[in-house]
């Protein structure tokens, strides 16, 4: 099972970007999907993007798509989240996570494993 630690939030003006990387253990992460969900202040966790275990397909809420971009790097056990053109109502914290399926990865109970989570915030 892997563990995982997400990096690279912080606080950014709207129209800025990030790129939240999040590294996994363990010598199996690329038989893993991986999501990327986020969770605002007084509202449910919900999907952001995700990524197939070869990278050939990936998912988009579409609420981010043409903003976010998912990919991973097998080799260095690492998922990344670029995103771009940062809105107020992006704030959240946003949280990695990893699943030996590989169909509806937009479904967070379809996960087994998360982070801890890295906190977003836009200033407008």
């Known amino acids: 099972q892997v563990q995982l630690v997400e990096s690279g939030g912080g606080l950014v003006q709207a129209g800025g970007s990030l790129r939240l990387s999040c590294a996994a253990s363990g010598r199996t992460f690329s038989t893993y999907a991986m999501a990327w969900f986020r969770q605002a202040p007084g509202k449910e966790r919900e999907f952001v993007a995700a990524?197939?275990?070869?990278?050939?397909?990936?998912y988009y809420a579409d609420s981010v798509k043409g903003r976010f971009t998912i990919s991973r790097d097998n080799a260095r056990n690492t998922v990344y989240l670029q995103i771009n053109t940062l809105k107020p109502e992006d704030t959240a914290v946003y949280y990695c996570?990893?699943?030996?399926?590989?169909?509806?990865?937009?479904?967070?109970?379809?996960?087994?494993?998360w982070g801890q989570g890295t906190q977003v915030t836009v200033s407008s």
């Open positions: 990524i197939g275990w070869s990278s050939g397909r990936t």
């Open positions: 996570a990893a699943t030996g399926r590989q169909i509806n990865l937009w479904v967070s109970a379809r996960y087994d494993t």
